[in-house]
């Protein structure tokens, strides 16, 4: 069974660092990318970034592009996104998803999800 | 940039009855590249429809995707209690991939 295990539930201040996890079983790792999708409280789906394990190819979305890094460990089959110095408006859901490559033609179609992990950002 | 625009925001609807959701997209997309996904409350999002038609394994055929170019549509023929939620259109094929705004299907 394929399955994402995101890591748990964060409450952080201000200011500090962050790097939550997405930890896929059940398919070849390194065969998918796996992508970052951000869900503000109330609002929709945005789409942050993708990484390919197998070489850590990374892109990311302009509009967070220099905001947050995302990296991947094969080895642990586990995909990272981090924040260095977190603000108020970083609080959301974020999700990671795995696609496949995009020479199949589904590159950047999100088959599977994992359950989420919230991010709270608070002084 | 490519902009995904949903419409309506929120539909309200009984069940049993037909859902018409509308995406259209600023620029054509190439080859459909078009996705739908269904969010429920509390849940992460699931993949519905892919290539502007074709449904996702195990996603019931009341389920149907129609549509090319700038124009799409995610038909819902009857809708059961389980199926208010909120729809998102994708726009996929690339390294910079978008999401529409969201339609809410929510009782009437």
């Known amino acids: 069974e394929v399955q994402l295990v995101q890591s748990g539930a964060e409450v952080k201040k201000p200011g500090e660092s962050l790097k939550i996890s997405c930890k896929g079983s059940?398919?070849?790792?390194?065969?998918?990318?796996i992508g970052w999708v951000r869900q503000m409280p109330g609002k929709g789906l945005e789409w942050m970034g993708i990484i390919y394990p197998d070489d850590s190819d990374t892109r990311y979305s302009p509009s967070f592009q220099g905001l947050v890094t995302i990296s991947a460990d094969r080895s642990i089959s586990t995909a990272y996104l981090q924040w260095s110095s977190l603000k108020a408006s970083d609080t959301a859901m974020y999700y990671c998803a795995r696609h496949g490559k995009f020479s199949s033609g589904k590159g950047g179609l999100f088959d599977s999800w994992g359950q989420g992990t919230l991010v709270t950002v608070s002084s | 940039e490519i902009v995904l625009t949903q419409s309506p925001g929120t539909l309200s609807l009984s069940p049993g009855e037909r859902a018409t959701l509308s995406c259209r997209a600023s620029q054509s997309l190439s080859s459909s590249y078009l996705a739908w996904y269904q969010q429920k409350r509390g849940q992460a999002p699931r993949l519905l429809i892919y290539g502007a038609s074709s449904r996702a394994t195990g996603i019931p055929d009341r389920f149907s995707g129609s549509g090319s170019g700038t124009d799409f549509t995610l038909t819902i023929s009857t809708l059961e209690p389980e199926d208010f939620a909120v729809y998102y259109c994708?726009?996929?094929?690339?390294?910079?991939?978008?999401f529409g705004g969201g339609t809410k299907v929510e009782i009437k």
């Open positions: 059940g398919f070849s790792f390194t065969s998918y990318w």
């Open positions: 994708q726009k996929y094929g690339s390294s910079q991939l978008i």
